[in-house]
């Protein structure tokens, strides 16, 4: 109850300052000042910018657009140089030009190969993983967590993603399911190579030997013997395959 508390407190704390920060720039501040207040870090651009005084959202499409900024982006996650962009801009809409405003950006750097081994890019920041974890631990629901990452942080994060970042039993179950599908599809797409007919019973031993020790589940390997070899394959025929024959010198087709 008390993490629900803290999480109240921390989100009733965020709305109060931006509040308090859409007043201060409807009363003049200057968005040179409001962008690098720490308030304005969880706002999304639109919604800073609609608190300038005859800013609607024609102004603040075409500024979003001219400027190169989704509308939906939060003003915390724009770097320096869009931030620059984004006053100059406001600053002089008419006279804007992104050669002038701001230096231009670095070379891009060429893509080096992926490295398989490597973990793959996050989709979101660690940040939020972490606060639907606090949310859920504070007693709010899935739904109501993906309510709040939508409206606070303009994040369109699935229900499925937030159970696998909150329940590790369901995140295991996930990645089970998916370990399953992807050897049974591995399992379906290895093919042998052995002199003779493929019905004798040393290359079937083999066959079976060979997927066993690869990891392949025992229900999988008697459903693809079934598909290559014919017949009903269940998984006590497998097993006793497996135990009577030795394993041929078997090679994966190139």
Not at 47 to 53: E, G
Not at 64 to 75: A, H, Q, S
Not at 116 to 125: H, L, N
Not at 216 to 222: I, M
């Amino acid at each position: 109850m008390s993490q629900r508390m803290e999480a109240l407190a921390k989100a009733t704390e965020a709305r109060l300052g931006i509040a308090a920060l859409r007043e201060a720039i409807a009363n003049g501040l200057p968005i040179a000042e409001a962008v690098d207040d720490d308030r304005a870090h969880p706002m999304k651009v639109a919604d800073l910018l609609s608190a300038i005084p005859k800013w609607g959202p024609v102004r603040v499409n075409n500024a979003c657009d001219t400027v190169g900024i989704f509308g939906r982006e939060l003003v915390g996650d724009l770097d320096q140089r869009r931030r620059d962009a984004l006053v100059a801009y406001v600053a002089d809409p008419k006279g804007y030009s992104p050669h002038l405003a701001v230096a231009p950006a670095p070379p891009r750097t060429p893509r080096r190969a992926p490295n398989k081994d490597e973990p793959r890019a996050r989709r979101y920041p660690a940040r939020i993983a972490v606060l639907a974890q606090d949310l859920r631990g504070g007693g709010w629901s899935v739904a109501e967590v993906k309510g709040i990452l939508d409206r606070d942080h303009g994040l369109d994060v699935s229900k499925d993603t937030i159970r696998r970042w909150t329940d590790p039993k369901y995140a295991a179950a996930v990645a089970a399911r998916i370990q399953r599908r992807n050897r049974k599809a591995w399992a379906e797409r290895w093919t042998f190579e052995l002199g003779g007919s493929r019905r004798t019973p040393e290359y079937e031993a083999g066959f079976v030997k060979r997927m066993r020790d690869e990891g392949v589940l025992w229900p999988d390997v008697a459903r693809v013997c079934g598909i290559v070899f014919g017949g009903r394959w269940t998984v006590e025929r497998c097993k006793g395959m497996a135990s009577e024959h030795e394993r041929p010198r078997l090679r994966v087709a190139a």
